[in-house]
């Protein structure tokens, strides 16, 4: 896997080439150039380290490609859901016994859809863990010839994983970039940039659609830093 080292900054190209919508094959060319030209360290420079292919079939996926869901993969003694709870929510409580692991309740300030969800363990399903890039998603671009070990890191990685509003998560469902972004246009920069550190950081590939996507929505970042 390659390291995420570069300090990943969003830009504005200023009075440089903008991406429009047209035909597939210009899209394509426009995109290439708008990545050759992308500053030294820029989010849109590691989208062009990203290969870019079609997808592989989906036959074979299941979720349990990916391991057990939520496994504790840092021996923290917590599993995945709840330590992305404890990251993302404020005003948590957790259940008495279980030494602060288990959320029951908190407020979680969307980041798909800008919405102050009040999160209660009774109606969990409000506020979903997303795997910003979808399982399904990796698994056709790449994730099929990893090992069992390499799929269960990647599904409890915190830097794929957001709490995210349930109901945005259902409409995602597995889409990409070209697909789907978050209704919150705020927060796309943030979003595609996340998707862009992750499959760089697994070698994962995109598709052509998905490159045109990202580097349209990566034209308009503010600055944006990802941890190595």
């Not at 570069?6 to 035909?23: A, E, K, R």
């Not at 859901?81 to 016994?97: C, E, K, S």
């Not at 979808?134 to 799929?151: E, I, K, P, V």
């Amino acid at each position: 896997m390659t390291s995420l080292a570069v300090l990943l900054v969003g830009v504005g190209l200023g009075g440089g080439l903008m991406l429009q919508g047209s035909s597939a094959s210009n899209d394509a060319k426009q995109t290439t150039e708008v990545i050759a030209h992308a500053p030294q360290g820029s989010m849109l420079e590691v989208l062009g380290k990203l290969a870019v292919r079609g997808r592989a079939p989906k036959t074979g996926y299941s979720r349990a490609e990916f391991g057990p869901a939520w496994a504790d993969t840092d021996h923290n003694g917590c599993d995945t859901r709840d330590d992305i709870l404890r990251r993302d929510l404020t005003a948590i409580q957790a259940r008495a016994g279980t030494n602060g692991c288990v959320v029951v309740a908190g407020q979680l300030a969307d980041p798909y859809t800008g919405k102050r969800i009040d999160f209660h363990k009774s109606a969990a399903a409000k506020v979903q863990i997303d795997h910003v890039v979808a399982l399904s998603d990796a698994w056709q671009t790449g994730a099929q010839g990893w090992s069992a070990a390499t799929r269960l890191e990647f599904a409890n990685d915190p830097l794929e994983l957001l709490a995210v509003d349930g109901q945005a998560n259902q409409d995602k469902g597995d889409g990409d970039a070209a697909t789907w972004l978050p209704p919150r246009k705020s927060f796309r920069c943030d979003y595609v940039g996340r998707q862009v550190a992750v499959k760089y950081r697994y070698d994962l590939w995109v598709t052509a659609a998905e490159r045109t996507a990202m580097a349209r929505a990566l034209q308009t970042c503010p600055t944006v830093l990802f941890p190595p």
